[in-house]
């Protein structure tokens, strides 16, 4: 049976090409990640897959363990890591951002990744998690419809609410979150709005602050 890592090995190009089919959801995603993350420091994207938002953010360190999209990632300049987010190969206190886009719904631990990514952060660091909201319309969808995804197929999609009471409860805080995507991302022709908070866009950004 193929697993998580097998399949992103397996269809990394198939994955990157999706950005290109649906740059408005791209650019979307982008946008509202931006409002949030740090302009400045030592940052790394935790499951960077092919690079394609570490390289716009100008993040040159990425950590993935599917080494074809790996692979993908470092031809776009980006210094790659085969590690899980569970066990970072990284110093205490090592960076002063860290950002994770779509990764925590396929993550074995969340909340040891979560945890490890609090070590490496330096104090008053912070963290950016871009994710599927599962309690949103559009993530109810996603969730009922993950078995005819070739990706999605093995997620577990989360609720904001339960991300962020993992952050509260390994010590992270000034929590802040933005949404984004309220259509489905086929229909999506312009850049969607960033609002604040969560429950009806597909794409959430949690922001949150080391605190010791």
């Not at 940052?43 to 960077?48: L, Q």
């Not at 599927?132 to 109810?140: H, I, V, Y």
Request: include cysteine; glycine fraction near 8%; hydrophobic fraction near 40%.
């Amino acid at each position: 049976m193929m697993d998580k890592i097998n399949v992103f090995d397996k269809y990394a190009e198939e994955y990157d090409e999706w950005f290109d089919v649906h740059p408005w959801v791209y650019r979307s995603e982008v946008q509202a990640v931006k409002i949030v993350l740090p302009q400045a420091g030592k940052g790394i994207e935790i499951g960077t897959g092919t690079g394609r938002f570490s390289v716009l953010f100008g993040i040159t360190i990425g950590v993935e363990p599917s080494e074809t999209m790996a692979e993908i990632a470092r031809s776009r300049g980006i210094t790659v890591y085969e590690s899980k987010a569970e066990n970072l190969p990284f110093d205490d206190s090592a960076f002063d951002f860290a950002l994770m886009v779509t990764t925590i719904c396929f993550l074995n631990d969340p909340l040891q990744a979560l945890r490890e990514i609090r070590r490496i952060l330096r104090p008053s660091g912070k963290i950016i998690i871009g994710m599927l909201d599962e309690d949103s319309p559009p993530g109810k969808e996603y969730d009922s419809k993950k078995k005819s995804s070739k990706f999605y197929e093995y997620a577990e999609f989360y609720s904001v609410k339960q991300v962020v009471e993992w952050l509260r409860i390994l010590g992270y805080n000034h929590i802040h979150i933005l949404q984004t995507i309220f259509q489905k991302p086929d229909k999506i022709t312009a850049l969607e709005p960033v609002r604040e908070g969560h429950g009806e866009g597909l794409f959430v950004v949690i922001s949150a602050e080391k605190t010791l």
